[in-house]
């Protein structure tokens, strides 16, 4: 059995303001870096094999604490990268409500995309790609994946067939541990949205 540890990058100052999308120069800020070391301490004795991350700023600089404490080094992967939003990105959240395709984005999830932009299918299919090359990779092993709350949760709706629609029912809050572990026989989520920093 591979064991995937997700992590959702720690916060950075937009997070709930802004949809950020694939915005560059999004960094964390001190709580966020506090999170990350916070994420390190909990993860050290855990005999992780290898790290991989989002190409995103606020990602990387999530999953570098970690890698300095492993002596491992931090592989960028596409595979993980945030949702395109399209047109949205960098939109105020207080802007987008009175948007009636954002709003139809939201509760349909499974056949709309953000326009411009990516659907939730194509990202759960890239994230679900990446989870098979790395079971082929590291088969007994555990991996760090340092990604963002959307496509962490398409990862974990599909292990637990639950909808795309139904995204909003549980929550990938900033620096969480999301555990599961995978095999031939299929994954088995063994939790979910674990806080380690507030």
């Known amino acids: 059995m591979t064991t995937l540890v997700l992590v959702r990058h720690a916060a950075h100052d937009r997070v709930n303001r802004v949809l950020c999308g694939r915005m560059p120069g999004v960094r964390l800020g001190p709580k966020g870096r506090a999170q990350a070391e916070a994420v390190a301490a909990r993860l050290r004795g855990e005999g992780i094999a290898a790290i991989q ?6 990602a990387r600089e999530t999953a570098e604490p970690l890698a300095e404490c492993l002596g491992l080094g931090v592989e960028v992967v596409d595979a993980l990268d945030e949702i395109d939003v399209g047109a949205w990105t960098g939109a105020a959240f207080d802007e987008l409500r009175d948007d009636p395709r954002w709003t139809l984005w939201n509760s349909a999830r499974s056949v709309t995309r953000a326009p411009e ?28 994946l340092v990604s963002h709350a959307d ?8 292990w637990l067939g ?15 541990l999301s ?8 994954a088995k989520v063994l939790s979910l949205n674990e806080t380690v920093a507030s």
């Open 53 to 58: 991350s989002s190409p995103l700023e606020r």
């Open 162 to 176: 639950v909808s795309l629609d139904s995204l909003q029912r549980f929550e990938i809050a900033p620096a969480s």
């Open 151 to 158: 496509v962490i949760k398409t990862a974990i709706a599909f």
């Open 117 to 144: 932009g990516e659907s939730m299918l194509e990202v759960q299919g890239r994230v679900l790609a990446q989870v098979e090359r790395l079971r082929a990779r590291f088969p007994d092993a555990a991996v760090v």
């Open 179 to 186: 555990r599961v572990v995978v095999g031939e026989w299929g």
